[in-house]
């Protein structure tokens, strides 16, 4: 695996070893490999129906990002030792299909690109996640105790949320640039927000640095974080394959996110409680393969409880209650978990999410109305124009317009960006902007 850099390379190949260990002192482990190679086959199966020219049906059920995963496992790490099924892509192809997808590469139904780009689908460090989530899986790194004091802020009535969704990537060459992060940061700060929200993912993996561990944590998030006690973090499936160990005591524990007082769910209240944005930690519970789902535990819904009687609620969390293309729920249980009466207890008015690497507004009539859906996931990692979602009624905006002057490698991707809540006396302002600053996408609620 040449692409890979010498210390990802021997953080992989140390945790493999680990892994193989493991198995070998404890072969009822090799069903949590069986699980696992479950869903990485069904993520198998939709790129090989892409490189083969017959593009999927538009589903929710796997990503073509993680396609390469059980192939890169199998012949590079002898992935079938942990129980994993052997790949069905072949060599000779996999090796076809690089050539095929070189320069601007190919555009997947969601945006997901196809290509051979950092962060794009060909890019081997995506291998990391799947060892590392069966590192966790395996219980070969200690969990942090779940915190269960979360802080609430008293905001002002004129308060500037901003919203920066998987944004974790760092920089890294990108054509003539240092790649969107910095770039859609840069925006943010312009704007001079309140408060600023990251609504998790840390890529490869939020790795706190131990055990040969690359820092990506501290150097690919909180290092490039530009706020400093205005912030918060939301934890997430990429941190979650580090038992969350880089983001309980790397990033919460820093300065910079000190408001969230070491806890991963909060709350920011209007004047009068006549508004509250709660933030979620859908990953602590989550027990999906790769932690693709998002759950809550009790902790959070007996938190939710205690907002029953603020009028408008605006929840923030990193996994979707929604499916990409607004038709039906997500297969996530966090719609019916915070309806149940234990918790909110009846349906947010508007909720945020990241999670799917894209920006994309719902209508009133997508299937979780009559909440306001809006994805912002699309602050760092390559994504193209998914066309189907434009097609789709439940949809009323998605980020669409092509990069400025881009490089050849470039010519499929879309723009990155963010979004903004502006709350002041009986309304909020929404807008998505993009890494430019351009905002193409405002609404105003009533409130």
């Not at 992989?12 to 069903?31: E, G, I, N, T, Y």
């Not at 995963?69 to 000779?92: E, M, Q, R, S, V």
Request: hydrophobic fraction near 40%; charge should be negative; glycine fraction near 8%.
């Amino acid at each position: 695996m040449p692409s890979l850099t010498a210390t990802a390379l021997a953080h992989a190949s140390a945790r493999a070893a680990a892994l193989h260990a493991s198995v070998a002192a404890d072969a009822s482990k090799r069903s949590i490999g069986r699980d696992l190679g479950e869903y990485l086959q069904a993520c198998e199966a939709l790129l090989i129906g892409y490189m083969n020219g017959a593009e999927p049906k538009a589903t929710d059920n796997a990503q073509v990002e993680f396609g390469l995963i059980l192939y890169w496992l199998d012949t590079d790490f002898d992935g079938t030792k942990w129980g994993l099924p052997p790949t069905k892509i072949t060599t000779a192809e996999y090796d076809q299909w690089k050539e095929e997808i070189k320069t601007a590469g190919i555009v997947a139904w969601d945006g997901t690109l196809i290509g051979d780009g950092t962060w794009e689908t060909f890019d081997p460090g995506w291998v990391i996640a799947g060892i590392d989530y069966l590192f966790c899986e395996h219980d070969l790194l200690k969990q942090p105790k779940f915190p269960t004091s979360p802080a609430t802020i008293n905001a002002n009535m004129n308060t500037t949320i901003a919203i920066v969704g998987d944004w974790g990537t760092g920089s890294w060459p990108d054509g003539s640039s240092d790649g969107p992060a910095l770039q859609v940061i840069e925006q943010v700060q312009k704007l001079n927000a309140d408060y600023v929200i990251h609504l998790g993912d840390v890529y490869y993996v939020g790795t706190e640095g131990s055990f040969v561990s690359p820092h990506w944590e501290s150097d690919r998030f909180v290092k490039l974080w530009p706020f400093n006690g205005n912030s918060f973090a939301l934890n997430s499936n990429h941190e979650r394959y580090d038992a969350s160990n880089g983001y309980f005591k790397i990033a919460l524990a820093s300065k910079i996110f000190s408001a969230q007082k070491g806890t991963s769910y909060f709350a920011i209240v209007g004047p009068q409680n006549a508004w509250a944005v709660i933030g979620l930690d859908t990953a602590y519970a989550d027990t999906s393969s790769m932690y693709m789902a998002g759950a809550l535990n009790a902790e959070q819904q007996a938190f939710l409880k205690t907002f029953q009687s603020i009028p408008y609620v605006v929840l923030m969390s990193h996994h979707n209650p929604l499916s990409t293309d607004g038709s039906t729920t997500s297969e996530s249980p966090l719609l019916a978990q915070v309806t149940d009466a234990s918790a909110l207890g009846r349906a947010p008015e508007m909720w945020y999410w990241g999670h799917i690497h894209n920006g994309i507004v719902y209508s009133p009539s997508s299937a979780i109305a009559p909440t306001l859906g809006r994805c912002a996931g699309h602050a760092a990692i390559p994504f193209g124009n998914g066309k189907y979602l434009g097609t789709q009624n439940a949809i009323t905006f998605y980020a669409n317009a092509p990069m400025e002057n881009p490089d050849p490698d470039q010519a499929n991707r879309v723009r990155n960006g963010f979004a903004t809540l502006a709350f002041s006396s009986g309304q909020i302002v929404e807008t998505f902007y993009d890494q430019y600053g351009n905002a193409p996408w405002t609404n105003t609620v009533k409130v």
